[in-house]
């Protein structure tokens, strides 16, 4: 039987008429075309999440009209929601949608602005989020674990998790780090952990809370004593520049 194949559907020439190729792209291009949602998916673009509040102020709107606009874009697969805590955080669904909207844009000509963040520097730059890296270089080693290919994703009962790669097992064993040790824990091994300042992920679980310890017992980095806050030592400079190649 012929099936027409799309990432939001799959169109059978004996279904109901509704369901034709051509009534799913004026769906979605209907849910992209309200001046309010497209304000909120254009903030979303940069890559950075938002609460439902945020993406309010963003279009002009309440947060009750915000709530039915992103359930419209949630059911359109436009948007995604991530619970952290007690936030709800929307980011775009995927670098195809991202694409979508860079074309109207390019079509539509101006400009956005860039999402800014309000975190004190010191918290913004390197901290602890309950046992692992946040911050600015949280989110950048995160970005450079992936760029090494150390981290392969995965995805079971419908929970996003991290697994190592071949990559990942040797450099974390060059590391001195105790994997077996690790996966031995009851808790989650790897995951992205979206990062309250960038709004982007950093690396959380146990894998996340291995690379902390070695940071801090190699004086990588030193934490305040006051607060939550990460300073990177010269030495952590150096190293973070030979072992991931990322210079901060």
Not at 2 to 18: C, K, L
Not at 104 to 128: C, E, I, Q, Y
Not at 176 to 194: T, V
């Amino acid at each position: 039987m012929p099936v027409a194949s799309h990432e939001y559907f799959g169109y059978d020439q004996n279904m109901n008429v509704e369901h034709h190729p051509d009534k799913s792209v004026s769906r979605i291009a209907s849910a992209i075309g309200d001046p309010a949602r497209a304000r909120m998916l254009y903030s979303l673009a940069d890559g950075h999440a938002r609460t439902s509040t945020e993406l309010a102020v963003v279009a002009g709107i309440t947060p009750s009209t915000a709530s039915t606009h992103l359930n419209r874009l949630k059911m359109e697969r436009l948007v995604k929601m991530v619970v952290q805590g007690r936030h709800r955080y929307y980011s775009l669904e995927g670098p195809n949608v991202a694409g979508v909207l860079e074309g109207l844009s390019v079509l539509a000509g101006g400009h956005r602005d860039k999402f800014v963040p309000n975190t004190p520097n010191p918290l913004r730059f390197a901290r602890t989020c309950y046992d692992h890296m946040a911050g600015t270089l949280g989110v950048a080693l995160h970005d450079r674990l992936k760029a090494l290919a150390w981290l392969s994703f995965s995805r079971v009962d419908g929970d996003s998790s991290y697994d190592l790669t071949s990559s990942g097992v040797k450099g974390c064993h060059a590391l001195g780090i105790d994997l077996e040790a690790m996966r031995n824990l009851r808790r989650r091994f790897a995951y992205a952990c979206l990062d309250w300042s960038e709004r982007r992920p950093h690396l959380g679980g146990a894998l996340g809370a291995a690379l902390l310890e070695v940071a801090l017992k190699k004086k990588w980095v030193a934490q305040d004593l006051d607060s939550r806050a990460l300073s990177i030592t010269r030495i952590g400079r150096r190293e973070m520049l030979a072992r991931f190649g990322l210079e901060v």
